[in-house]
T-cell receptor, first 115, second 114 residues
Framework: AQKITQTQPGMFVQEKEAVTLDCTYDTSDQSYGLFWYKQPSSGEMIFLIYQGSYDEQNATEGRYSLNFQKARKSANLVISASQLGDSAMYFCAMRGPNTGNQFYFGTGTSLTVIP | DTAVSQTPKYLVTQMGNDKSIKCEQNLGHDTMYWYKQDSKKFLKIMFSYNNKELIINETVPNRFSPKSPDKAHLNLHINSLELGDSAVYFC?????????????FGPGTRLTVL
């Protein structure tokens, strides 16, 4: 069963604007972690941000914030003030206590920042 | 300092050959993984080792064999390479625990089978 869903295969955003990348997840665990990774065209996977299921506040890391809505099982990534270097694939991932140390990844969203 | 390293970065080989990819992490993590990323960018878990013990072995051909000599190393050996094995292979590591279980990836190995 698919655990992580990213419904936007491709997104465009104007430079300096904010953009939201959607992610929904499916789990019966009470304790789990949600992650976002960036994969630029150079190919490496870069960790961006983490949200724990028991964290009451949304995670933020610089221009990245995670809009965590537990009841809706969504963990959207918000990038503020987009830059050309933000053009990349973005992957949402989840790990829980009952997944056997396994991370589940979504299919990714390709973001293009337009100058 | 490189956290998770893989060698080689590129690997071009003929069908039927045997090849290995090496992975090392200096983060002190207890869990290591191998992923395959296909041309559509889909990431598929292949194996996971925790303290040198195999804990995840997804449905992959038995031509793929991981080996973990110690918890800082996880190598991937592939026998009788096929065209469909062409992909990017990522090694990753993590340390299980609340707020410390972030997975960090190596730079990837692009395997091309001719």
């Amino acid at each position: 069963a698919q655990k992580i869903t990213q419904t936007q295969p491709g997104m465009f955003v104007q430079e300096k604007e904010a953009v939201t990348l959607d992610c929904t997840y499916d789990t019966s665990d009470q304790s789990y972690g949600l992650f976002w990774y960036k994969q630029p065209s150079s190919g490496e996977m870069i960790f961006l941000i983490y949200q724990g299921s028991y964290d009451e506040q949304n995670a933020t890391e610089g221009r990245y914030s995670l809009n965590f809505q537990k009841a809706r099982k969504s963990a959207n990534l918000v990038i503020s003030a987009s830059q050309l270097g933000d053009s990349a694939m973005y992957f949402c991932a989840m790990r829980g206590p009952n997944t056997g140390n396994q991370f589940y990844f979504g299919t990714g969203t390709s973001l293009t920042v337009i100058p | 300092d490189t956290a998770v390293s893989q060698t080689p970065k590129y690997l071009v080989t003929q069908m039927g050959n045997d090849k290995s990819i090496k992975c090392e992490q200096n983060l002190g993590h207890d869990t290591m993984y191998w992923y395959k990323q296909d041309s559509k960018k889909f990431l598929k878990i292949m194996f996971s080792y925790n303290n040198k013990e195999l804990i995840i072995n997804e449905t992959v051909p038995n031509r793929f064999s991981p080996k973990s000599p110690d918890k800082a190393h996880l190598n991937l050996h592939i026998n009788s390479l096929e065209l469909g094995d062409s992909a990017v292979y990522f090694c990753a590591s993590s340390q299980w625990g609340p707020r410390t279980d972030t997975q960090y990836f190596g730079p990837g190995t692009r395997l091309t089978v001719l």
